[in-house]
């Protein structure tokens, strides 16, 4: 492939991966990645309610990882409520999850940027054989796709599993017991699926320009191995 076009495409898989660091930083700092509604069961079976009246019982919440907000209601009017993780939560969340979480998502944005710059290094300068060149960009591409595609995992399980937005919503709650009726995954949250995609694309975009994947020995590579073994 000539030069021109391989410049072309490192320069597109440079500005990806910059966009997705972007959106991963704005996506660390935004409350945007669950909204939950939840159900005042205490209050409903203390008066007995039941159709429409379930609604007045009904409350909802949103957060990210370091802070949310959201509005409790228990046939009294509404409650506003305004809560953070750190440290506010820490009795009441798997913190050993939570923390890796923000640990791996820290870590996608840094190798996003660094891969940014390594895609710019190989679109205009002189790259190395191994750190700057394609199995540079290779090895980057795989470790940020793995760190996005783990952030997603973490936060699935402490969501899913560990019952997280139940668990925000009752605490400090010793009179009425709340149960989570939904979850939806918002914003931030496919920002990080986005930003996984896009790695693995940029992994494609490389294998275009011309590179083979790493430890994908082409024929004549065999070949000249072959030659040179048999001239000693």
């Excluded at 920002?191 to 975009?205: E, W």
């Amino acid at each position: 492939m000539p030069s021109q076009q391989k410049k072309v495409i490192f320069c597109m898989a440079g500005m990806l991966s910059f966009v997705c660091a972007l959106g991963a930083v704005a996506a660390l700092g935004t409350p945007l990645w669950i909204k939950a509604t939840f159900f005042c069961k205490t209050g409903a079976l203390l008066v007995n309610a039941s159709g429409q009246e379930l609604d007045k019982f009904m409350g909802e919440m949103q957060y990210g990882l370091f802070h949310g907000e959201g509005m409790r209601q228990c046939g009294l009017g509404a409650r506003p409520f305004r809560f953070s993780f750190f440290p506010d939560l820490l009795k009441a969340i798997p913190v050993s999850i939570h923390v890796n979480v923000i640990l791996f998502s820290t870590i996608l944005i840094v190798l996003t940027l660094v891969g940014t710059a390594f895609f710019m290094y190989n679109a205009f300068g002189k790259p190395f054989e191994t750190l700057h060149g394609p199995l540079g960009l290779y090895l980057l591409s795989f470790i940020s796709g793995s760190c996005g595609c783990l952030v997603m995992i973490l936060f699935a399980s402490e969501v899913k599993i560990h019952r997280l937005s139940e668990k925000i919503a009752n605490y400090k709650e010793g009179t009425y017991a709340y149960k989570t009726q939904s979850e939806k995954y918002t914003t931030s949250f496919w920002v990080v699926f986005i930003c996984f995609f896009v790695h693995f694309l940029n992994g494609l975009l490389i294998r275009f320009a011309g590179f083979q994947f790493p430890f994908a020995k082409s024929k004549d590579t065999e070949t000249t191995n072959v030659a040179a073994d048999l001239m000693y």
